[in-house]
């Protein structure tokens, strides 16, 4: 296993191991289990950039670890520990130092659930247009960056790499999954949100938003898995910088976003080269949140 110096495997050498690749993460089955490696690759608008942003993949394992334990909830976690990974992956237990996680193979359920505590983005979008959120309707008055009176559960479809997310109705969705299913999804997205947002406040950060991945077990349970509470899955806002009506200098993925608009990019790939001064940028603010939020330095 090796990676050139953006973290995009270039190279596999895992005796029978099956390989299958997203965004950003490598995922290896181990038979019992999986291997998920999260590389430094960095994706925006669904397009995957030809250049990574160093120590990435580390923030946003080690960040998913830390919301893991604290939620304390049932998740997909085996263990990080490079140590205690099976015998075969011995060779590599450097390169997956840090960035990696051993993990139960789970039923995923094929529906991305995000929480929003604040009108922003795509949500502040639909509301100037039609006074609704992923088809619910909201009272009247509210700005961009606004407090929801209430945390609202909008659910997207999980689109194949290349393709965009397609935001759908609670009503769509217990077509999709079933009705206990449907409301178990909305209840633990709005409670982990809820929780986790009250812990960032007294933390100097805002999250406005975020997005959860849930499978279930062999028991039929719920669990969380893949990513939890990251700058890539999250928008992040400095407490002592937010204004209603004004969308704070994030510490999340807008950054790159919003350098990418500043350019006119399409949307569509390839997506252009970052410079290196965002590149470096990017770090730092993947870092700060980090750091600011676990009370931990990066490993």
């Not at 893949?226 to 937010?242: A, C, N």
């Not at 997506?271 to 603010?285: W, Y």
Request: one cysteine or more; a negative charge.
């Amino acid at each position: 296993m090796k990676y050139d110096k953006n973290h995009a495997m270039i190279e596999c050498s895992i005796p029978g191991v099956a390989q299958k690749s997203g965004k950003v993460r490598d995922i290896f089955d181990l038979g019992e289990s999986l291997l998920m490696v999260v590389t430094d690759r960095i994706s925006a608008f669904d397009v995957i950039l030809p250049c990574g942003v160093p120590d990435k993949g580390k923030v946003l394992n080690q960040f998913s670890l830390f919301w893991m334990d604290f939620f304390g909830v049932k998740n997909h976690l085996i263990t990080a520990d490079v140590e205690k990974y099976p015998e075969v992956l011995a060779p590599y237990r450097e390169d997956l130092r840090g960035r990696s996680m051993l993990v139960k193979k789970v039923d995923m359920v094929e529906v991305e659930c995000i929480a929003r505590g604040y009108l922003t983005g795509s949500g502040w979008g639909e509301y100037r247009r039609s006074g609704t959120v992923n088809g619910e309707k909201l009272r009247e008055g509210y700005e961009n960056a606004s407090k929801l009176d209430n945390v609202l559960f909008t659910p997207t479809t999980k689109a194949a790499i290349g393709d965009h997310d397609e935001a759908i109705s609670y009503a769509r969705t217990v077509e999709l999954v079933g009705a206990e299913l449907a409301a178990s999804l909305r209840d633990t997205t709005v409670s982990l949100y809820s929780k986790a947002a009250e812990y960032a406040e007294k933390h100097g950060i805002i999250i406005a938003d975020t997005k959860f991945e849930f499978g279930r077990d062999t028991d039929g349970s719920l669990i969380l898995a893949d990513e939890v509470l990251t700058p890539d899955s999250s928008r992040f806002w400095p407490k002592d910088s937010y204004k209603v009506g004004f969308n704070p200098p994030s510490l999340d993925k807008q950054y790159v976003r919003d350098w990418l608009d500043s350019i006119n990019f399409n949307h569509q790939p390839p997506g252009p080269v970052l410079p290196d001064e965002v590149i470096a940028k990017t770090r730092e603010i993947y870092v700060r949140a980090y750091e600011g939020l676990s009370g931990s330095k990066l490993v």
